[in-house]
């Protein structure tokens, strides 16, 4: 079973500020999903990636497979991007299961 | 439009009822899956659906049941037997094998 781990736990960022949040995984995967939970509960899914790095306006993820790392990025933060970040997994040898880390709350102030 | 739905919203029961939480997509998607979470924590498998009929275990469900009669509908019953109901439910759905999941707006369940 992977295991996945994420850094910060909680961020705090005034708006404008580039964000940087990190997530580590213990076995090799096939891909990787970076995900966004609104205060209201609800996931949308960010990113599926399995090498390289992806950009959607100002956010950006990057993975790197030898490392068994992943980052995602914002740039020119903004309130509305307060939110918690996940990062998920699939279990080891399946594709369709997913692991979850415990999450990155951002908060962006004005 | 196409999405995943849950009710309701918000759930308050008393200690020692069943309660069912229902998910509906209209995805055409043939897996489904439920979620607890609960503060500080990662999302935990409680139980999944490759196709219906058939449903699996997932890491926390014992005081759980599920039934998979339809493609559309996964309902989650939290039954008496859970010793820590109190949490947030989220539904989910994916084309089979392929890990990109769809997720519902949560339903969240408060045993009093």
């Known amino acids: 079973k992977n295991e996945v781990e994420q850094s910060p736990q909680n961020l705090t960022a005034q708006e404008g500020e580039f964000i940087t949040i990190n997530c580590s995984y213990s076995v090799g995967i096939s891909a990787l999903h970076w995900l966004q939970q609104h205060p209201g509960g609800g996931i949308v899914s960010l990113f599926m990636?399995?090498?390289g790095k992806k950009k959607h306006g100002r956010l950006i993820a990057t993975i790197n497979i030898q490392e068994k790392h992943s980052s995602l990025h914002i740039t020119a933060s903004h309130p509305r991007d307060s939110a918690v970040y996940i990062c998920?997994?699939?279990?080891?040898?399946?594709?369709?299961?997913?692991?979850f880390g415990k999450g990155t709350k951002l908060s962006v102030k004005p | 439009d196409g999405g995943i739905t849950q009710s309701p919203k918000y759930l308050f029961r008393k200690e020692g009822q069943n309660v069912t939480l229902s998910c509906e997509q209209n995805l055409n998607h043939d897996a489904m899956y439920w979620y607890r979470q609960d503060p500080g924590q990662g999302l935990r498998l409680i139980y999944y659906s490759q196709i219906v009929n058939d449903f699996q275990k997932g890491d926390i469900a014992e005081g759980y049941s599920v039934s998979r009669e339809k493609k559309e509908s996964f309902p989650l019953t939290v039954t008496s037997a859970q010793k820590n109901p109190t949490a947030f439910y989220l539904c989910?759905?994916?084309?089979?094998?392929?890990?990109?999941?769809?997720f519902g707006p949560g339903t969240r369940l408060t045993v009093l």
């Open positions: 998920a997994v699939p279990y080891g040898g399946s594709q369709g299961n997913l692991i």
């Open positions: 990636l399995s090498s």
């Open positions: 989910a759905s994916s084309i089979a094998g392929i890990s990109e999941q769809f």
